[in-house]
């Protein structure tokens, strides 16, 4: 296993710490993860609707504020990209956004206020098809997101509905834009 919790550290024998591999080594235990950073900037920003009120304020149900909540807690720690095999075997970060920026459009596409869709952009450009849901990356999260299930696995559903079935193509065209 090449990353192990501290709290499962058998202590009382030598510890291996040793640099992330998925980016350029620079020197010791430092890489260079600047790429992360740019990837960031590719994705589509929060664009919320209009207020619904005069006072500028929103409603939003509490189910739906509760579903994006749990990926704020991302530290970019950036653990998932790093054992994530499309990233750290294959070296595909020119084609696949990995697991943190799936968690990162999984709340902004799941938030109740945002009218964006960034589905053309995860199908083509982020690569969410890379992704087979080998779950490595929810494993080693230290903010114990289910990264795969809550958010890589809704977002290609999302994917499949918008460029895959015809039928829910056809209703969104008939749907107003903010429900998401
Ligand atoms: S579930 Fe997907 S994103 Fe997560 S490590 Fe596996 S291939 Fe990478
Ligand atoms: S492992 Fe968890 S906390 Fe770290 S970057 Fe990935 S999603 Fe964020």
Redesign the pocket.
Known sequence: MCMTRLSDLPLDKPVTLEPMKAFPHLRDLVTDVSWNFRVKKKIKPFKPRPPDAPDGTWRMAQADVDRVQEFRKCIECFL?QN????LREHQKHEEFI??RF?VYAAALEMHPLDTEDRTEELRQAHGIG?????????KVCPEEIT??DNA?IPLKERVVDNFYDPLGKLVKLFRPKAQK
């Not at 054992?83 to 499309?86: G, I, K, N, R």
């Not at 890379?130 to 929810?138: A, E």
């Open positions: 998932c054992v994530c095999h499309v990995g697991p799936l890379y992704c087979n849901i080998t779950k490595c990356c929810t990264i795969t890589i």
